[in-house]
Structure formats: structure tokens, C-alpha cells
T-cell receptor, first 116, second 110 residues
Framework: DSGVTQTPKHLITATGQRVTLRCSPR?????VYWYQQSLDQGLQFLIQ???????AKGNILERFSAQQFPDLHSELNLSSLELGDSALYFC???????????????FGPGTRLLVL | EDKVVQSPLSLVVHEGDTVTLNCSYE??????LLWYKQEKKAPTFLFML????IEKKSGRLSSILDKKELFSILNITATQTGDSAVYLC??????????FGTGTRLTIIP
């Protein structure tokens, strides 16, 4: 158990819908990272927040957005969902913003999203 | 476009065999290369490589980076069934962009 929690564990929804994935970082960690892992694209870095502010952006679609709240939990919002958005979404946390190097990141168990 | 390519895509060997996994990359501003092991859950960190020619070793696993030829290899000796996993390679660039390969699925047969 990494100490990072993600909810829900599984999510099934229809195309065109919007979902929110939630992540609670390890106690004391200020950085939260979101990743998408699909069968055809592999693991992709989406976005990083540090202490409430966006710090680095990866291959995140415009239909996706994220935020980090004052209590440091983060939400990833996926809208206008398409079949291709079906994937495993991981959240990770680390203590400092330089922790983009994954060595210092702790991964949550992931949310499996299925878009029908 | 930045690329990280892993080969082979899939590998099946018998327990006790030695395997070599490959990762080649083309990125603009290389900073480091990472190897991860992913079983059923989230990736687990194995190695971070930043300098050419310096082998990193952890038990039966070792890895080395060649910054001239733009590739890295991950070696696993005396493989065990617990080594069965997807092995991911990722490259970190100076602008903090992180690009993953699609992984190599390793299956160890008892």
C-alpha cells in the first residue's frame, strides 16, 4: 500500500458523458501526478500539480482537466468521453516538485475507466 | 516527435534463462531514462540512468545506458516466475516532459 488512494476503483460510462476521478496523495506529499495507461498508447503522463498549482503538462487532451485543492487532493475531470478514453488512470504523489522523476513518486492503485 | 521504442514487445522464456530488454529513444533534451516493472498494479521503480556506460545493478537485474547510440538495456539473469511482468522504459527530458515506451511483456515459464 503506497498511501495514495484513488476513487472510484472502476467506472463504466457512456460516450459523451463526463466523469471525475479523485486522488488523495500520501500524507505530506505536495505534488500530484496523473497518468493514463491504455493498451495501444501505453503509460502516458498527463499533468502535474504542486501545492495547488499546475506545474507540468504532458499529453493531456483539452477535454480533460485537473485541479488540486487546498487539502492537496486532486481531481481529474474527463468530459465528452470517447471510446478511446477507456484506460487505467493512475495518480501518483511525491514530496517535492522536482519529483517528476518517477523514482520519488508513489502510485495509487488506479481507476479503471470503461467508456461504452 | 519524441519517441521511446521498446523491444521485443513480448518475450517468453523458461525459468533460469537470461533476458535482455531493449529501449531506444529519440528525444530533444534528454535528462534521464527510467526502467519500471509493472505487474498487476502500478509501476514499480527499478533504475534511473543518466550517464553513459555506468551499469546499475540490483540483484539479478542490471541496466546500462548508451547516450551516443541512444538506447538502454535491462538484463535479468537466472529469471524466476516472479519476474513475469511488463517492463516499462521512460525518458525524462529537461523540460520535465516524460515519455514512456509501450513496454515489453515478459513471461517466465516454470
Amino acid at each position: 500500500d503506497s498511501g495514495v488512494t484513488q476513487t472510484p476503483k472502476h467506472l463504466i460510462t457512456a460516450t459523451g458523458q463526463r466523469v471525475t476521478l479523485r486522488c488523495s496523495p500520501r500524507s505530506g506529499d505536495l505534488s500530484v501526478y496523473w497518468y493514463q495507461q491504455s493498451l495501444d498508447q501505453g503509460l502516458q503522463f498527463l499533468i502535474q500539480y504542486y501545492n495547488g498549482e499546475e506545474r507540468a503538462k504532458g499529453n493531456i487532451l483539452e477535454r480533460f482537466s485537473a485541479q488540486q485543492f487546498p487539502d492537496l487532493h486532486s481531481e481529474l475531470n474527463l468530459s465528452s468521453l470517447e471510446l478511446g478514453d477507456s484506460a487505467l488512470y493512475f495518480c501518483a504523489s511525491s514530496v517535492d516538485p522536482a519529483g517528476l522523476v518517477m523514482e520519488t513518486q508513489y502510485f495509487g492503485p488506479g481507476t479503471r475507466l470503461l467508456v461504452l | 516527435e519524441d519517441k521511446v521504442v521498446q523491444s521485443p514487445l513480448s518475450l517468453v522464456v523458461h525459468e533460469g534463462d537470461t533476458v535482455t530488454l531493449n529501449c531506444s529513444y529519440e528525444v530533444t533534451n534528454f535528462r534521464s531514462l527510467l526502467w519500471y516493472k509493472q505487474e498487476k498494479k502500478a509501476p514499480t521503480f527499478l533504475f534511473m540512468l543518466t550517464s553513459s556506460g555506468i551499469e546499475k545493478k540490483s540483484g539479478r537485474l542490471s541496466s546500462i545506458l548508451d547516450k551516443k547510440e541512444l538506447f538502454s538495456i535491462l538484463n535479468i539473469t537466472a529469471t524466476q516466475t516472479g519476474d513475469s511482468a511488463v517492463y516499462l522504459c521512460a525518458v525524462v527530458e529537461g523540460n520535465e516532459k516524460l515519455t514512456f515506451g509501450t513496454g515489453t511483456r515478459l513471461t517466465i515459464i516454470p
